[in-house]
């Protein structure tokens, strides 16, 4: 904590802020309220112009990667020197609101504004990312332009990624304009000085608690498995019980298995969830013979969230011996849990008290590209409510009071780093 001057009063104008968020929440493949903007999508690449807008607005400069992240650069008084940097993610999943990832960005950018207008210079760089892709909906995998920033996910592996229709990244993102090796998107070690990301807490602790910041210390281990269950169909009437293999009466006891492993560990922190259950042929009369779930499974201890996943195998095994069902796991990634900076914590907390505000430590039980980027820069996040902790609905909500505190604390934080 410092008893020093702070080294500048940010000029936060949430009213321009207010009219921004509202305005990307505008471009949506849905009826507004109603957010859905799914990567590489025609909304998608209306959101990006309309951020790079207000960037090269601001006097940013612009550079783009092989995947689609955009950095949008203000130049330091020393741009030689290892930058810092902020930023989230645009895209939204289906029937999504309009604060996820986008506080970040158009935050982010109200941070940069707000030390120009208070006469700032940064000796560092600051830099605003937009990440491509933080959203699953498309690929089947979370965070992909910024787990490809931090090689956790080759280029070969990213090169078999396909949408729902079959078409590839390769093809998806040259068609948005992206070209370029993908190995040309890996960051060096050493390249951002930090890493802060704006985000709204999708829990309802700050809230509840009447506080108006979270300092995150931690992100919580995502994994997610794809499970495909065969078995054998029929006709609903004429095909009699003691012959059925059904895939939907298997499947759902490996729903309800998963969510007995999650609860069985006695820890908050263990989340588990079936969000996708695709049942073929999908007829009333109709015995099930092929599922395909979607699970998500994650812990702030990756010991633990394993623990839930090797029981998850283990019933996997034991319901398609009894059941005469084929049961095959696919693991579409495991990632370790993140462990936030100590010296932008530190940093956090000094701009926290520059600007007299409240706060906690917690965890991120959602996973955020800052999961990614903590791999090879330092990183750290910070929180502002969300009313109700309501989150990926079209009813979330963070007020403008937040928002401007969350974007004052961001800036002070940035400025401090960048000095
Ligand atoms: C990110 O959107 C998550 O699912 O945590
Ligand atoms: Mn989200
Ligand atoms: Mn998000």
Known sequence: MTNLKPIVEPIVEIGRLTAELVALAQISEAEPPIVTRIVFSEADLRARAYVKNLALAAGLAIREDAVGNTFLRWAGAEPDLPAVATGSHIDAIPNAGAYDGTVGVLGGLEAIRSLQAAGF??????????????????????????????????????????????????????????????????????????????HIEQGPLLEREGLELGIVTHIAAPASLRILIEGEGGHAGAMLMPDRHDALAAASELILALEAAAKSTGVIDTVATVGVCEVFPGAVNSVPSRVRLETDIRDTDSARRDGVLAKLRSVAKEVAERRGVRISLETVNADPPATSDPAILNALEASIADAGKTSRKMVSRAYHDSLFVARFAPAAMLFIPCRGGVSHRPDEYASPEWITTGVEVLARTLAQLAQ
């Open 121 to 198: 210079r940064p000796r560092r760089s600051i830099e605003l990312v937009l990440f491509t892709s933080e959203e699953p909906t498309r690929f089947g995998i979370g965070c992909l332009g910024s787990r490809l920033m931090s090689a956790v996910m080759t280029p070969d592996h990213a090169t078999t990624l396909r949408d729902k229709e079959g078409r590839s990244l390769d093809e998806l993102r040259a068609e948005a304009g992206f070209i370029g090796d993908l190995s040309s998107v890996t960051m060096p070690a050493g390249y951002y000085h930090a890493f802060v990301e704006l």
